[in-house]
């Protein structure tokens, strides 16, 4: 195996569990923004022990050059739960897919979120240490200059 191929398989690997969210039916974007940060984040964070990052990824619409004004979009934001440990997102992805949540965070969500627009995605992200393979290639090419 090449030096730049040991450098490219050095990746780390990050599990996430994605969940786009849409705001309830009346709530404007502002609100909607407001109270997910400023309400059900610290009730959800109660339960994060597993996560190595809870992450809020806030949706902005843009219009279209051919097609004007983007509407109203399908989801308004992407909340990403991150986990470095294979087994903690497994875990976490058995129960979220065949458990109810706690009474608390339902009656939460219905402030908050359209839950009948909730999807679960999942992604195994590979980082690739890019300067290591950079300087791996280097090496190479000098030492067949």
Known sequence: MTSTATAANTSTKTYKILLPMKRKPGMTVEAFRDYYENNHVPLAAKSTAALSRYVRRYLEPHPHPETGEPGEQAYDGLTELWFDNEEAFRG????LTTSHMPPEIIEDEKQLFDRSSFR?????ECETDLDAVRA???AEESSNA
């Open 92 to 95: 976490t992805l058995a129960y």
């Open 120 to 124: 679960i995605l999942t992604t195994v």
């Open 136 to 138: 791996a290639i280097a």
